[in-house]
């Protein structure tokens, strides 16, 4: 991104706002999400970090003649507020003072608020339509993006390889994951499913790609007819040698520009076309109606059917999870050594250098492609900011009297993971005892759980909760997220959460469990782990581990762990010892070994004063 000084945002909004007015604009609404509006975009698709300097992963403006009103929600709260200049953007929560709502106050009669309706969602585009509608204002899609118009060093779009999953990593070819999909259309009498989230798209087709960081998937769009016909648009300059010919018959490839042509093209009266409300441009379901066919709106079966792991899938993330823990092993065995040392030579480790370090652990690893998203490697009170990102140049020291977190992730050949752990080295800070006791339990709450098939996320969040709330404690994240199979860290549709999540949690789903507690200024804590969702004898569903990483247990307050959380770390750590010792050697060796002792005979010292 270019600088994002106060005088370099200040001169983008007079051009913005000079655009605007040439326009006929009065506000113009300006999401996070590119055109597949998903969580990581390319430097091409950040236009609300351009307007605004912010550049979390999840957030919206809106630019009026004489405010800027950036919405996002509690991840981020303190990274907007050092992010973003005083007195020019103003901030907001996205969900406690939604932006459809903030409009709603602001909009006069006559206003004409201007959205891009590619980048847009039906299901925003509905809530502001109703917010404009009840103050006398006019939604209006713009011709072009006014942001792309004012952005003269705007970064070209990616062009990353694109490159066959082989099928042996995929467990079923693409034509039988169409079979099952046109099956899905005919039962629910759909003529056109049109799918624009790139890693429904990468599944279904067995590729992957390289368009955006740390999401090993083409930007591209697709097309399927009830009658077998697919389209596939994206750009074939970017596809490895000898792609083209291993794709099915079925399969046309068209440029990525020609999407909206051709979705015209295929539209006719009363056919009824099926496409997500939440991730699909609404430039999608108003071509729809206005070519006198039937808006589906409903979520893309491609989503469900990506989100149950076939056999083959599960089997490669199960082994990439235990490539993953020898390196977080390797990790946290430098870690928990350097810490002390480094800082009594006046030397201390910094942020930016653990994240390093961790990513180096991980390429010597069979299978390891790159991380799967940026690490978050925090010390002290950055460690309360839950996406907080550590500066190369000037991140703080981990030293013996600070706490430590780190939340990473690696994309494999055979899949993707994701963990967490928080670390201390010396003195804790007041109250931290008995918040990581908490958290620790929170996991192990859900962990345990045994649930009826039916169950969805919202119902079992607060099972998580209770140890916490039992504190009066709590934390501004969900509980847990879907994984993808070397695709997005954050796979939908699955997830735990307070909010309403209706979708069934099924058998072959990839989940993460991540309780936590953020003393802002002082700490963060966070424990993650990721299970796959099996069926027990009983046709009940349980959460199997596929993180095999030592949990600090120095930190706990033994009285208040019931004999079953004892029993479960115990059982815990001597499964990942027996299943991470044979690729240990010398003082990592020696460290696990440690890391993994049972609490009754004494627990592991990872804390080395205090």
């Known amino acids: ?51 605004t300097g912010f550049t979390g992963s999840a957030g919206v403006a809106i630019v009026t003649g004489d405010s800027v009103r950036l919405f996002v929600d509690g991840r981020y709260t303190v990274q907007a507020q050092n992010q973003c200049p005083a007195g020019l953007i103003d901030r907001d929560h996205l969900f406690e003072n939604p932006p459809e709502v903030w409009l709603g106050g602001v909009a006069e009669p006559g206003w004409s608020v201007g959205y891009d309706a590619m980048l847009l969602p039906p299901a925003w585009v509905a809530r502001f339509e109703a917010a404009a509608d009840g103050v006398g204002a006019e939604l209006t899609p713009v011709d072009g993006n006014p942001v792309d118009a004012v952005w003269h060093d705007q970064p070209s779009e990616p062009a990353g390889l694109i490159s066959a999953f082989p099928l042996q990593f995929a467990g079923v070819s693409p034509t039988d994951k169409r079979a099952e999909l046109i099956k899905t259309m005919e039962e629910g009498g759909i003529d056109l499913l049109v799918d624009t989230q790139p890693d429904n798209i990468s599944w279904l087709l067995n590729v992957r790609g390289g368009d955006v960081a740390f999401n090993p998937m083409p930007l591209s769009f697709f097309l399927l007819e009830r009658e077998g016909e697919g389209h596939w648009f994206v750009n074939a300059a970017n596809f490895e040698d000898g792609l083209k010919d291993t794709l099915p018959g079925w399969l046309t490839v068209h440029p990525k520009d020609a999407f909206l042509k051709v979705l015209n093209d295929k539209l006719r009266t009363g056919a009824r076309v099926l496409a997500d409300p939440d991730f699909s441009p609404a430039a999608v379901s108003q071509a729809v109606i206005a070519a006198g066919a039937e808006p589906v709106a409903r979520r893309s079966p491609v989503t469900l059917a990506k989100a149950h792991k076939n056999a083959a899938e599960l089997e490669g993330i199960r082994a990439c999870h235990l490539q993953d823990a020898v390196a977080w092993v390797e990790f946290s065995a430098w870690l928990q050594e350097t810490v002390p040392a480094r800082a009594a030579a006046g030397d201390p480790v910094s942020e930016y250098e653990a994240e390093e370090k961790i990513l180096e652990c991980r390429k010597g690893r069979p299978g390891f492609l790159s991380e799967s998203f940026r690490t978050i490697s925090c010390a002290g009170g ?16 981990v030293l013996p009297s600070t706490c430590y977190l780190m939340d990473s992730g690696g994309q494999y050949e055979t899949g993707t993971t994701d963990a967490t752990r928080s670390y201390t080295f010396g003195t804790l800070p007041e109250g931290y005892r008995e918040a990581y006791t908490a958290v620790f339990r929170a996991l192990i709450a859900l962990a345990t759980l045994r649930f009826p098939k039916g169950t969805q996320g919202h119902h079992i969040d607060a099972i998580c909760r209770r140890p916490l709330w039992d504190l009066g404690l709590d934390y501004d994240h969900g509980t847990g997220h879907g994984i993808g199979h070397r695709l997005s860290v954050h796979e939908q549709p699955q997830r735990i959460g307070k909010p309403q999540s209706p979708v069934d949690l099924a058998c072959g789903m990839v989940m993460s469990i991540e309780p936590g507690h953020y003393k802002a200024g002082h700490y963060g804590i966070r424990i993650e782990n990721l299970f796959e969702i099996v069926e027990a004898k009983d046709g009940f569903l349980e959460f199997a581990n596929l993180t095999w990483i030592p949990i600090q247990t120095d930190a706990l307050l033994l009285t208040q762990l019931t004999a079953a959380e004892t029993t479960w770390v115990d059982r815990y750590h001597a499964e990942v010892e027996a299943l991470l010792e044979p690729y240990c050697v010398g003082e990592t060796a020696d460290w696990l070994h440690d890391a993994c002792k049972p609490l009754a005979s004494g627990r592991a010292t990872w804390r080395k004063v205090g």
Do not use: W
């Open 382 to 397: 950055n460690a309360a900011m839950c996406h907080y990102a550590a500066d190369p140049k000037a991140s703080a020291p």
């Open 1 to 51: 991104m270019p600088e994002t000084t106060r005088a370099a945002i200040a001169g983008r909004l007079t051009d913005l706002r000079a655009e605007m007015s040439t326009r006929g604009l009065n506000a113009l609404i300006v999401p996070r999400f590119d055109a597949h509006q998903g969580e990581y975009v390319a430097p091409h698709d950040m236009r609300l970090a351009f307007v």
